[in-house]
Nanobody, 123 residues
């Protein structure tokens, strides 16, 4: 069983920055890809940033250059640094873990999930 516990989130003005954290179970980062998913109100969950066990990353086009996903294996934590936030980035963010490649991780919501955290970007 993989556990993921999220922290971060809140409210920020457009153009601001925010960092989300996802603490995972022991050894998870050695075996699972981790994805960050965004679910806007009334919409389906969408993969925005993913990282695999080797550190290879994948990003949704709309967040390239603004979001950065990174992993600290010693801290068992994956981060999502979000810069230049836009109102359309508003929604609930989830981290997830699955034994798959980084592209598939972002393409298909799957695996074990964190509890979600709300991000609100005001204009």
């Amino acid at each position: 069983q993989v556990r993921l516990v999220q922290s971060g989130g809140g409210m920020v003005q457009a153009g601001g920055s925010m960092r989300l954290s996802c603490v995972v179970s022991e050894n998870t980062l050695d075996h699972y890809s981790i994805g960050w998913f965004h679910q806007a109100p009334g919409k389906e969950r969408e993969g925005v940033s993913c990282i695999d066990t080797s550190g290879k990353t994948h990003y949704l086009n709309s967040v390239k250059g603004r979001f950065t996903v990174s992993a600290d294996k010693a801290k068992k934590t994956v981060y999502l640094q979000m810069n230049n936030l836009k109102p359309e980035d508003t929604g609930t963010y989830y981290c997830a873990a699955e034994r798959t490649n980084v592209q598939a991780m972002c393409r298909i919501p799957q695996g074990f999930w964190g509890q979600g955290t709300q991000v609100t970007v005001s204009s």
